[in-house]
């Protein structure tokens, strides 16, 4: 099919053309598609990492208010028991 005064070389070139502006663009767009999963590996790997670092949080801080815990255990029997021993040695 060819255009009436419109040499055939010149539409071929122009096809041509096109073809390598498509398989160009392509190019880039698996170029882009590359970067992306790049990207995406990123932060899995990072959310990996994240959750590592507040699982051991949580542990850190467990252990923590257990020490807490205790401590005001035995400052509340401390202070229970100082006002009976004195008063039993007052007597």
């Known amino acids: 099919m060819t255009l009436p005064g419109a040499p055939t070389s010149?539409?071929?070139?122009e096809i041509e053309r096109l073809r390598g502006t498509m398989v160009q663009g392509f190019?880039?767009?698996d170029t882009k598609f590359a970067?992306?999963?790049g990207n995406l590996n990123m932060v899995v790997e990072r959310?990996?990492?994240t959750d590592a670092e507040v699982t051991a949080l949580e542990l850190r801080v467990?252990?923590?208010e257990k020490r807490v815990w205790t401590a005001s255990g035995v400052a509340a029997l401390v202070g229970m028991a100082v006002p009976f021993v004195v008063q039993v040695l007052g007597k």
């Open 27 to 29: 190019a880039q767009v």
């Open 35 to 37: 970067e992306v999963n």
């Open 10 to 13: 010149d539409i071929a070139l």
């Open 47 to 49: 959310t990996g990492r």
């Open 62 to 64: 467990g252990a923590l």
